[in-house]
């Protein structure tokens, strides 16, 4: 059994010795997560996450720490390992006398850095960010309206190789990037809400980015059951210069999952995922793909305190699927995790 999976199989009995939650106790203001999966395949993968969120100032923090091994494919852009920093400050500007529909405006900024195998040796990446987002509830508090920005800054490591017309490709080391967005949340009846995003992402070694996804979920209160459902839509399109291996890419997607609560404690939440990409090269006798997937999964959730079952509550969750592609490949999934709120 690899490190990675056994660190976080390890820290589950920690996850479940940490201070317990009673019904006359606060709400809880940090957060512990860990997540590890085994693929068919011998891939593995470990996720660890901690969370501080101060209400009474609107901040909040969080740590996440990612490792993954592809096995199978050593150069597979999935392996390597991840850090990442990100904090935001929340703060409420009233527009009405009740406050009642008061404009949040939160700042953000964040840190990332990360390391992968290629076929060209290792790749570090490490970008930060700073960014501001601001929403408002209008409609008698059924709809939430967000508009955010955000500026990136990249440093990678740049290459230097020869693409299939035998053009020279040089990536840049030093990256900015810009990305603004719009969306929204309506409650539409008790039962439904829907809620989507559009955003755009301009960098300066690639094509202009525009993504359009929306979701809804529907609530069956005589089964104690919700659908969840969802569409999506990716395309970067316009010239590809020379300074990317990554040429045009168009990508649609679309999930359905149903989430079934059994006894008091219990949600299982069966789901399927399907997914088409089209990337045209930057070459122009380089090879159009086309890489189609489907994913059957399912998650069983065990939440601890029956009290507090609509919070952010504490638990415990084992997952499985398969994931199958038009190349074709086919590799199956297995994860354990868990969080804990003290």
Request: glycine residues 10%.
């Amino acid at each position: 059994m690899t490190k990675p999976i056994m660190t976080a199989i390890a820290l589950m009995p920690v996850i479940a010795t940490l201070p317990a939650h009673g019904q006359d106790e606060l709400p809880r203001n940090r957060k512990f997560e860990a997540v590890a999966a085994l693929y068919s395949d011998g891939s593995t993968s470990a996720l660890l996450e901690t969370t501080n969120i101060r209400p009474s100032t609107g901040t909040r923090i969080g740590i996440s720490r990612r490792h993954t091994i592809g096995k199978s494919e050593p150069d597979s852009p999935l392996a390597g390992n991840e850090t990442a920093v990100s904090g935001s400050f929340d703060y409420e500007l009233s527009n009405s006398e009740d406050g009642l529909s008061p404009l949040t405006v939160s700042p953000t900024a964040g840190w990332l850095g990360s390391a992968s195998p290629s076929a060209d040796g290792e790749l570090r990446t490490y970008s930060r960010w700073v960014g501001v987002s601001a929403s408002i509830w209008t409609g008698q508090q059924t709809t939430r309206w967000t508009l955010d920005a955000q500026r990136t800054f990249i440093n990678t490591t740049g290459l230097d190789v020869t693409d299939v017309d035998g053009k020279r490709i040089l990536t840049p080391e030093r990256i900015g990037g810009t990305s603004t967005g719009i969306s929204w949340l309506h409650l539409a009846t008790p039962s439904f809400l829907w809620r989507g995003k559009l955003s755009m992402n301009l960098r300066q070694d690639r094509p202009t980015a525009t993504t359009g996804n929306i979701e809804g979920r529907q609530f069956i209160a005589p089964l104690m059951a919700a659908v969840h459902f969802g569409v999506s839509r990716f395309k970067n399109s316009g010239e590809i210069r020379p300074v990317t291996l990554t040429g045009a890419v168009s990508a649609d997607s679309a999930f359905i999952e149903w989430h079934q609560k059994t006894g008091e404690r219990t949600i299982l939440a069966p789901g399927y995922r399907w997914y088409r990409e089209t990337e045209v090269p930057r070459a122009t006798n380089g090879e159009r793909r086309t890489l189609g997937s489907d994913q059957i999964y399912a998650t069983m959730r065990y939440r601890m305190w029956r009290e507090y079952w609509l919070e952010d509550t504490d638990e415990v969750l084992v997952s499985a699927g398969v994931y199958q592609t038009s190349e074709p490949r086919k590799i199956w999934h297995v994860a354990l995790g868990g969080s804990r709120s003290f």
